[in-house]
């Protein structure tokens, strides 16, 4: 089973393992290298690709993992390596776009701008932040969730590998652990980006960023029409 597994997918897996085992010796690692909102003062432009090689704890990492191994060597056969490789990151980077378009409009709503940096005071040691506008203590929370807490993980590029596999083999059953009978790719990955736009509106506050898995998801799906790929292999 291990020897199917194509190159580059078995090069992230390596290079996750590596990475989640190395965030849990070095303090700070989520720090230098989950990524920030472009405004906060934690923000560094190398972010951009290593959150998502960061996870926030081992299932997050066996999740994700876990659906690359099942689904990603296939898809780089379909793609080809090099394209593959730019596929999944630039679902990564897709997922990143949107979740900044979610985080500016919360922060624009709280403060009247996007860039509200200088308005805010950071306490680098509890993650606290105050204001020199009259805010309340679930408005500083919101700031202080997205100025002070990392995004972490390969979940966006994951749901543009889950949304090429449903794009490419639409009729390929599925057999999950929790429910008993095989589901067709074609209807349970769409299945699943709906709960993930359902709970980023039922659960605002939540630390799982649901639409940064949607815009994986959406990413995925253009690079797909842009590149031409025939629809259903299988």
Not at 50 to 57: D, E, I, Q
Not at 212 to 227: D, E, P, Q, R, Y
Request: with cysteine; glycine share 8%; charged share 10%.
């Amino acid at each position: 089973m291990f020897s199917n597994i194509s190159p580059v997918v078995k090069n992230l897996l390596i290079i996750n393992i590596i990475c989640f085992f190395g965030a849990n010796i070095f303090d700070y690692s989520l720090r230098f290298f989950g990524v920030f909102y472009p405004d906060s003062p934690f923000f560094k432009i190398w972010q951009v690709i290593t959150y998502m090689f960061m996870h926030g704890g081992f299932n997050h990492l066996f999740f994700n993992m876990f659906a690359l191994f099942m689904f990603g060597s296939v898809i780089e056969r379909v793609l080809g390596s090099r394209r593959f490789i730019n596929f999944y990151f630039i679902c990564g980077i897709g997922a990143l776009i949107l979740q900044y378009g979610v985080q500016a409009v919360e922060v624009y709503q709280i403060t009247g701008t996007v860039r509200a940096r200088e308005l805010i005071d950071f306490d680098f040691l509890s993650n606290r932040i105050t204001s020199q506008l009259n805010l309340s203590q679930n408005e500083l929370s919101t700031l202080a969730s997205i100025y002070a807490t990392p995004l972490v993980g390969a979940s966006g590029a994951i749901y543009g590998l889950l949304l090429a596999f449903a794009y490419l083999f639409p009729n390929m059953s599925l057999f999950l652990l929790f429910i008993p009978i095989p589901i067709k790719a074609k209807y349970f990955i769409p299945i699943l980006i709906v709960i993930e736009i359902y709970l980023s509106f039922s659960s605002p506050g939540s630390s799982v960023a649901h639409l940064a898995h949607v815009g994986g998801a959406l990413f995925g799906f253009l690079l797909l029409k842009i590149w031409g790929i025939k629809r259903g292999h299988i």
